[in-house]
């Protein structure tokens, strides 16, 4: 199976840092973008099969362009108060899922996507 790298966006540095560290124990490639700017150069530049999005800083809007550039790309957003209307617009715009920015709904949702779309 080919290398997984996952580009991670969080605009806390701290909750930054707690996703990276989860994320790393299953994935071999992680960049962690420190601003939003950094993040369609990373995706691109790292060939990212996944980005762990936070959907406050960057908006559903941002998941459409994204979703658009990088068709295969799973992406798991993020949002503090992630309710069913925010998670029907952002899967409605091509997100993989949006949850809650907790380490083990984080990782269980782009690994999950990620097993599916192997599957497929």
């Not at 290398?3 to 989860?22: E, F, H, I, K």
């Not at 990373?42 to 959907?55: C, F, I, N, S």
């Not at 949006?98 to 990782?107: A, F, L, Q, S, W």
Request: overall charge negative; charged content about 20%; hydrophobic content about 40%.
């Amino acid at each position: 199976m080919a290398s997984l790298s996952v580009v991670l966006y969080q605009n806390d540095p701290r909750t930054a840092q707690t996703l990276a560290v989860s994320l790393s124990q299953h994935f071999e490639s992680l960049y962690l973008a420190r601003t939003y700017e950094e993040v369609r150069p990373a995706v691109a530049q790292h060939r990212a099969t996944a980005l762990v999005l936070d959907l406050e800083t960057s908006g559903p809007d941002e998941v459409k362009h994204l979703h658009h550039e990088f068709p295969g790309l799973c992406i798991v957003g993020t949002h503090r108060l992630a309710d069913d209307k925010l998670w029907a617009e952002a899967m409605s715009l091509g997100a993989s899922d949006i949850c809650e920015p907790r380490n083990g709904d984080v990782v269980r949702s782009v690994l999950h996507h990620l097993t599916r779309s192997a599957a497929a």
